[in-house]
């Protein structure tokens, strides 16, 4: 191969880091094309979301529980960039192979897209339209693959244009040859004729930007026009029909650093197995009550919200909240008692579960008789004074006071079974959960913080704890193992003239500190007399167990 001057070309050149970055940019640019199908689609058909969905599914319950002791809320965040992480670097294997050893590298970019297509195509809620934006994000990305390589492609010559043909030495002449210090029109330097490698990186550096930047704007066009966020934003609650009476004034003790009472939405704990949050429309959401029962039950969101409404206090917790954890929170919910829907319903009489399903499929299970036994288990429609947001379930979710999240607290719902536990399995469940699972009394030393440092002198000691349905009669804290002692109790709400038993409750000490390093810990009592264990057990299968215990350093 010779160029236009006749002189003898080699074969292209390309770095194996320009090869590597036209892989990572073709994968890019293929998730981008596949998250533009996926607004068709459905956002959870995503390719990223798709693998995502598969992990959480599949990973031993070890892992998850590592994942989220470890990163608290943001364990999605972190599993979407591993699968990222995994996928750029996989997409630059293939630039090089594809390089090297076409079209081993085409073929690679296909097999990430078939693995992608079969994980959206077995969420339990797929149609076949599901594996449509993996398979065209492969065959974009394999399109995009092989431009980027042939258009980093450089010519190399035969011979260095400066020293000569191939076969000639440095100090070799020809009489066509000119010196070092010489040049002719017809020739020019290395870095006239070949790309710096710096422009051999602009291309595939260009087409990963412009992926990015379609990627991102897919996601926010898919957040703000489907179903859920738009409908939301329709929605105008009705009064309640039994409304939560006014907060005592001493509801709180008063000490920066405790969490409120009442935990605004932004801050609520969200931890559940969607990656993407579903977007259900309020229009068009229905839930149906079957099963063992004598009559199936369907009713919409317009029913619920012209149905008489019941405004509750209530704590949920989250069965992976490890001692001292802040996956627990409280706030004000609106909704829909359950009992006298399941009542309309008429279970039979050996039924003793609800397998309630969420609409992305999640399933959890419910023991039948705490749904009935008049407590206040709630078809919730809102969260402190709002709609629920679209992350907390909107338009409806379960919230059942006394029970981990992962037996009672079904966001997104739209199915109620009336079955039997020897006959249905939930998520959770099946994975080695336990299927009853009431949250156990326990506290949570605020302030100080772990590791903090305080001045010599009067100090508080404060937190929250929670029995919920038991309620909290006594919280102790003692120093450094000594005799423990009582602690300053915050008001909880009144429900027709008694203390709601279903909130935690704020705590405080007043301790003398001394200087030096010092041990607290803290233990609570519930309403039924039973103190918190200091027996420490993890948290599978049915909560952790443990006094909260920090250290402190008093200063003079």
């Known amino acids: 191969m010779r160029d236009d001057r006749g002189v003898r070309l080699r074969p292209p050149e390309r770095t194996i880091a320009a090869a590597a970055l036209c892989g990572v940019a073709a ?7 596949g998250q533009l199908v996926a607004l068709l689609s459905g956002a959870d058909s995503a390719p990223v979301v798709a693998v995502g969905d598969a992990v959480v599914d599949h990973v031993p319950l070890w892992l998850k529980e590592s994942a989220i002791s470890l990163f608290g809320t943001s364990d999605k965040t972190v599993l979407i960039a591993g699968v990222v992480l995994a996928l750029l670097a996989l997409a630059a294997l293939a630039g090089v192979l594809e390089r090297r050893r076409p079209p081993w590298g085409a073929w690679l970019v296909l097999a990430l897209g078939a693995v992608a297509a079969l994980a959206a195509l077995t969420r339990p809620d797929a149609g076949m339209l599901a594996i449509v934006p993996a398979v065209v994000a492969a065959l974009a990305g394999v399109w995009v693959l092989r431009l980027l390589l042939r258009r980093t492609a450089v010519p190399r010559p035969a011979s260095d244009p400066v020293a000569g043909p191939v076969g000639s030495t440095p100090n070799q002449s020809t009489p066509n040859q000119s010196t070092p210090n ?105 839930l149906r009550i079957h099963g063992m029962v004598d009559r199936e039950v369907s009713l919409d969101y317009a029913q619920i919200l012209a149905s008489p409404l019941v405004e509750r206090d209530v704590t949920l ?55 009935t036994d008049g407590r206040d288990a709630l078809l919730a429609v809102g969260m402190n004074g709002e709609p629920l947001p679209v992350e907390h379930g909107f338009p409806v979710r379960m919230v059942v006071p006394g029970l981990y999240g992962f037996v009672s607290a079904t966001k997104w719902v739209v199915d109620l079974e009336v079955t039997r536990f020897d006959r249905a399995q939930a998520y959770w469940t099946s994975r080695g959960w336990a299927a009853k699972a009431p949250v156990k009394t326990g506290s949570r030393i605020d302030v100080p913080r772990a590791g903090g440092r305080v001045k010599a002198g009067r100090a508080a000691v404060a937190g929250v704890a929670w029995a919920q349905h038991r309620g909290v009669e006594a919280v102790q804290v003692r120093i450094d ?5 009582p602690c300053e109790l915050a008001q909880v709400p009144r429900v027709d003239g008694t203390p709601t038993k279903d909130t935690w409750r704020q705590w405080v000490y007043r301790w003398d500190a001394t200087p030096g390093s010092h041990q607290i810990q803290v233990r609570a009592s519930d309403g039924t007399g039973a103190v918190q264990t200091g027996q420490q057990a993890p948290p599978p299968p049915d909560g952790a167990t443990g006094w909260h215990t920090i250290h402190v350093d008093v200063g003079s």
């Open 317 to 371: 917790m989250c069965v992976s909240n490890e001692v001292g954890g802040d996956l627990i929170g409280n706030a004000r919910w609106l909704g829909l008692p359950i009992a006298p829907l399941l009542a309309q319903a008429g279970p039979q009489a050996h039924a003793d579960m609800i397998l309630s399903t969420s609409a992305d499929g999640f399933t959890c299970s419910t023991p039948l008789e705490v749904l």
């Open 182 to 286: 010489q040049s002719t029109p017809n020739q020019s330097t290395p870095n006239q004729s070949t790309p710096s490698r710096r422009n051999l990186l602009a291309l595939p550096l260009l087409a990963a930007l412009g992926g990015l930047a379609v990627w991102g704007g897919a996601r926010l066009l898919g957040t703000r026009t489907q179903g859920g966020t738009s409908s939301r934003a329709e929605v105008k609650l009705p009064p309640a029909a039994s409304p939560e009476p006014p907060l005592p004034a001493d509801v709180e003790v008063g000490v920066n650093g405790v969490a409120p009472f009442r935990v605004p939405n932004p801050d609520f704990y969200r931890i559940d197995t969607a990656l993407v949050v579903p977007q259900v429309d309020a229009g068009t959401w229905r």
């Open 27 to 33: 994968a890019v640019v293929g998730l981008a094309v």
């Open 481 to 485: 193992g000594g005799a423990w002692q």
